[in-house]
């Protein structure tokens, strides 16, 4: 089982949708989770980081964590087109590294 | 907010010679710098951490000769390709520990 596991995708929704983006994880451990995106060219930028079991909304983003099922989500409500991008799940493991295990990650596309 | 800045945001070089990117955290101290490669329409793979005043440590199967990194200060972290070919061409991101994790704009390294 891979540290980080992502659907590859690709996902495709209407504008105006609900994008709906999944990450499982292995190390039961891991405190922190983050979800970036990343415009093709461009490095990665921070949507959303979550540390505690539920939900954190951040605009039409929201993050879901649980950490018993070893899984986070992101859900984009009112998808935009300026949306399409592909999306990495992180994670930060616990013990002493302070290093990010990144996954795959998922091309969204936002159709007009 | 916390702003990484990395330079040449693009680079063309000849077969064996090296390349010098640089990392700096502008606005926070980071005691902890990363650096990733890219392929194209694959994932970021980290290649080294690096801690200032330490030597870097590097990922299973990246050539610490190769690519040579120094992390001098708490606000400069800089990766060099030595000896460049063109396999190492590639899209090199670092990123900078500070309360969160965040990224430079990348360095499009292409070898000729």
């Known amino acids: 089982q891979k540290e980080v596991e992502q659907n590859s995708g690709p996902l495709s929704v209407p504008e105006g949708a609900i994008a709906s983006l999944n990450c499982t994880y292995s190390?039961?451990?891991?405190?922190?989770f983050f979800w970036y995106r990343q415009y093709s060219g461009k490095s990665p930028e921070l949507i959303m980081s979550i540390y505690s079991n539920g939900d954190k909304e951040d605009g039409r983003f929201t993050a879901q964590l649980n950490k018993a099922s070893q899984y986070v989500s992101l859900l984009i409500r009112d998808s935009q087109p300026s949306d399409s991008a592909t999306y990495l799940c992180a994670v930060k493991r616990q013990g002493g590294s302070e290093k990010l295990v990144f996954g795959k990650g998922m091309k969204l596309t936002v159709n007009p | 907010g916390a702003v990484v800045s990395q330079h040449p945001s693009r680079v063309i070089c000849k077969s064996g010679t090296s390349v010098k990117i640089e990392c700096r955290s502008l606005?926070?101290?980071?005691?902890?710098m990363f650096w990733y490669r890219q392929f194209p329409k694959q994932s970021l793979m980290l290649m080294a951490t690096s801690n200032e005043g330490s030597k870097a440590t590097y990922e299973q199967g990246v050539e610490k000769d190769k690519f040579l990194i120094n992390h001098a200060s708490l606000t400069l972290s800089t990766l060099t390709v030595t000896s460049a070919h063109p396999e190492d061409s590639s899209f090199y991101i670092c990123?900078?520990?500070?309360?969160?994790?965040?990224f430079g704009s990348g360095t499009r390294l292409t070898v000729v």
């Open positions: 990123s900078a520990r500070g309360r969160g994790y965040t």
């Open positions: 190390d039961r451990g891991s405190q922190s």
């Open positions: 606005d926070f101290q980071a005691t902890t």
